[in-house]
């Protein structure tokens, strides 16, 4: 069973670093901050979301879970505000021009 588990794990946390990559490559190669922002949030809510499911069977206890969830439920709310913020500076400045 710990197999099954590791391979779960290295599955999942592999999926979710390939798509931090992509949300890296569509970063620097988007060319202007709506198009960026889209594409580097989306990819690193799916690549976190991947890594917390993957290490999730590994978790200790249902109290390391709940931490990791957690920890994952307080990223989204941020990147989403942040996102929010640039998105609106940005339209902002384009209509100013």
Known sequence: MSLVRDIMTIAAVS???FFFLAG???LLRFP???TRLHAL???DNLGL???VVGLLPQAGSLRDGLKLV???LLVM???ATV???IARNARQDETAK
Do not use: E, N, R, Y
């Open 15 to 17: 999926a979710g670093a």
């Open 24 to 26: 890296t490559v569509g």
């Open 32 to 34: 202007d901050t709506l």
């Open 41 to 43: 949030t989306k990819a």
């Open 49 to 51: 979301g991947l890594i």
């Open 70 to 72: 957690s920890i994952w």
């Open 77 to 79: 709310l941020a990147g």
């Open 83 to 85: 996102s929010q913020l």
